[in-house]
């Protein structure tokens, strides 16, 4: 049986108006020495962040996610990075690609070690971000899908997210940030590169007002730095 994604009407039609075009600028040079490393202890992936950027690796049991479900008290997180002051996270979140499909109700047999044979670059990042929001079941994702591609070989998907947060007091906020609506941007890159049965992914995220200045060059910096190594050969040794 086939395990691509193939959403009803109504879940169609909400993929589809949340998909939206724009155009790839790329972000001018940043300051390598404004940057520090990150090396997971466990070997599922390395970043680079900010040095101002606080870092937290989840280790306590109950916060890692379940290997089965990729559910644990924080969701699927395993990392998160940011500074608090200008509500800039990014956050690493480890979760089965089986759990991913049939947690949407999506047949999740046959291969799944690529993202084209899920589904399209639209749909799955739809899932993605439906499993993120999942405390909203019933409603519509919330959010504008931008630029939903794969890699050439199929194992990541990268896309970005605009959402428009609620304002209380728009005037007020106009006399405060010279803006009447918020709007916050999370870029995203999603990847199959563990082929150890999860999807390892980064979310990196500020208000539009940061993002579309030099802060969102740091942080599109922080989702193209992130690699997750083939845990193939290891899984094969201890027999996992």
């Not at 109504?10 to 940043?30: K, L, S, Y």
């Not at 800039?88 to 499909?101: G, N």
């Not at 609506?181 to 500020?206: E, H, P, Q, Y």
């Amino acid at each position: 049986a086939s395990s691509l994604v193939a959403f009803g009407p109504r879940e169609a039609a909400w993929a589809e108006e949340a998909v939206a075009t724009a155009d790839v600028v790329a972000p001018p040079a940043i300051k390598m020495e404004d940057l520090k490393s990150f090396t997971d202890p466990e070997g599922l992936f390395s970043i680079t962040v900010p040095k101002r950027f606080f870092i937290l690796r989840r280790s306590a049991k109950g916060d890692l996610p379940d290997e089965k479900t990729g559910q644990g008290r924080r969701g699927s997180s395993i990392f998160t990075s940011g500074d608090m002051s200008k509500a800039e996270i990014v956050a690493v979140e480890r979760f089965p690609v089986r759990a991913l499909l049939e947690d949407a109700g999506v047949n999740a047999s046959g291969d799944l070690s690529t993202f084209p044979k899920i589904g399209t670059p639209s749909g799955v990042a739809s899932l993605i971000l439906l499993r993120r929001d999942r405390d909203k079941v019933g409603q519509r994702p919330i959010g504008t899908i931008s630029n939903p591609v794969y890699s050439s070989d199929g194992k990541t998907l990268t896309f970005s997210v605009s959402v428009q947060l609620d304002v209380q007091n728009p005037e007020l906020l106009y006399e405060q940030m010279g803006v009447r609506k918020l709007i916050r941007i999370t870029s995203a890159k999603c990847t199959l590169d563990s082929n150890d049965g999860n999807v390892m992914g980064v979310f990196a995220s500020a208000l539009e007002t940061d993002y579309d200045g030099n802060e969102g060059n740091y942080l599109r910096a922080c989702v193209d730095s992130f690699n997750v190594p083939d845990r193939s050969a290891t899984l094969a040794v201890t027999g996992q």
